[in-house]
Nanobody, 126 residues
Framework: QVQLVESGGGLVQAGDSLRLSCAAS????????VGWFRQAPGKEREFVAG????????SYRNSVKGRFTISRESAKNTMYLQMNSLKPEDTAVYYC???????????????????WGQGTQVTVSS
């Protein structure tokens, strides 16, 4: 069973930056689709960013394009979400996720992922 642990969340002001990390318990991030999701109170979990299994393709939700960058470092069993120019509407619990089976596309829906972290809170004040 793969365990994922997020870190890097916190309370920041609008315009600040944060880098979220997701560390895996075993060699996980080679040739697997990975993603970051977020969930605000009273709302459904939503896709933020993802990388395809091959690592060739990335995708972002429109509201974070140009501000967020997803990456993974397989040698360190870690994936990242660099978040710049944060806005109050980015406030949410952020989750990392891993899909075991190969896919040529970026996976954007929660049910298609197999493993999840426990989440890290990001709060952006105005």
């Amino acid at each position: 069973q793969v365990q994922l642990v997020e870190s890097g969340g916190g309370l920041v002001q609008a315009g600040d930056s944060l880098r979220l990390s997701c560390a895996a318990s075993e060699r996980t991030f080679s040739n697997v689709a990975v993603g970051w999701f977020r969930q605000a109170p009273g709302k459904e979990r939503e896709f933020v960013a993802g990388i395809s299994s091959s690592g060739v393709s990335t995708s972002y939700r429109n509201s974070v394009k140009g501000r967020f960058t997803i990456s993974r470092e397989s040698a360190k069993n870690t994936m990242y979400l660099q978040m710049n120019s944060l806005k109050p509407e980015d406030t949410a619990v952020y989750y990392c996720a891993v899909r075991r089976s190969w896919t040529v596309r970026v996976v954007t829906t929660p049910p298609e992922y197999d493993y999840w972290g426990q989440g890290t809170q990001v709060t952006v004040s105005s």
